[in-house]
């Protein structure tokens, strides 16, 4: 004799027989009920957020920080984020210094260089010209793409661009190369900083072997006497350079004057 079809009635009232079996032995063994119902997908994560500055602090994204964006600043400003390879302008440092503002360089991706491309400066590197006899932009143009991460800072008058190299280097440890068609005048004024040691030469081999000696952080270069490919290798070289300390004689303070025909 063939047994009687199940009814839904019949399927519904077993069903809800075993669910309360579960449930009721669910607080006994320390269980749970899992619904046969599937989850939906979590959403993923959002992204972490860019590292903000610390409390009273500005972020700036501009590639030249001059005076007049700091002066924009809000006055209870106490620190400012800039980009790794940021220029700072003379008149920015002391406009920060004025506002009491900290400048602060973020660190900059460390990436390998892809095949061929020159490999970037371990520290700042800065590319300048005045005083030169017919246009140079395309040479230091040359310069700045043979150093990966240089600068070329804006022309001007002898005395400002040696200025500014100087501030650059004693901020901020950079070295770099000036391009004059007054190479002597101009490496006579840049070592009267205390932060540049100046060399020049007429040709890349001597230029080379006196900024080793000096352990020089800008050479001086005048366009005229050495081709463009001379002055591309100089640079590079430059930046690579681990010359050391310079020479006692050269970080030693001054003797003082011995004489007595005048006042001291």
């Not at 590292?51 to 005076?67: F, I, M, N, Q, Y």
């Not at 973020?106 to 590197?125: D, I, K, M």
């Not at 270069?221 to 006692?248: M, Q, Y």
Request: aromatic residues 2%.
């Amino acid at each position: 004799m063939a047994a009687a079809p199940f009814t839904p009635e019949m399927i519904a009232g077993v069903v809800r027989e075993v669910l309360r079996r579960i449930r009721a032995e669910a607080p006994a063994t320390g269980g749970s009920i899992v619904s046969a119902t599937p989850s939906p997908p979590a959403s993923p994560a959002p992204p972490a957020a860019a590292a903000a500055p610390a409390s009273g602090g500005s972020l700036l994204a501009e590639k030249v920080v001059t005076a007049a964006l700091l002066a924009r600043l809000p006055v209870d400003i106490r620190s400012v984020l800039v980009r790794a390879d940021a220029v700072l302008t003379p008149s920015a440092r002391d406009q920060a210094r004025e506002m009491g503002i900290e400048v602060v360089r973020s660190q900059a991706e460390q990436t390998s260089p892809r095949p061929g491309q020159v490999p970037a400066s371990p520290r700042p590197f800065v590319v300048a010209y005045a005083d030169c006899q017919g246009d140079v932009g395309a040479r230091c143009a040359g310069i700045v793409r043979a150093v990966r991460g240089a600068q070329q800072l804006p022309a001007s008058g002898l005395a400002d661009v040696v200025g500014a190299l100087a501030s650059h280097a004693l901020g901020d440890g950079a070295r770099g190369v000036l391009l004059t068609s007054r190479p002597h005048a101009a490496t006579a004024l840049a070592n009267r900083s205390k932060s540049l040691r100046a060399v020049t030469a007429r040709d890349p081999a001597t230029l080379l072997a006196a900024a080793s000696e000096c352990a020089a952080n800008l050479l001086v270069i005048n366009p005229r006497e050495l081709s463009a490919f001379h002055c591309e290798r100089l640079a590079r070289e430059l930046s690579r350079a681990n010359w050391g300390d310079p020479p006692p004689e050269l970080s030693a303070a001054p003797a003082p004057c011995a004489c007595s025909s005048h006042p001291h």
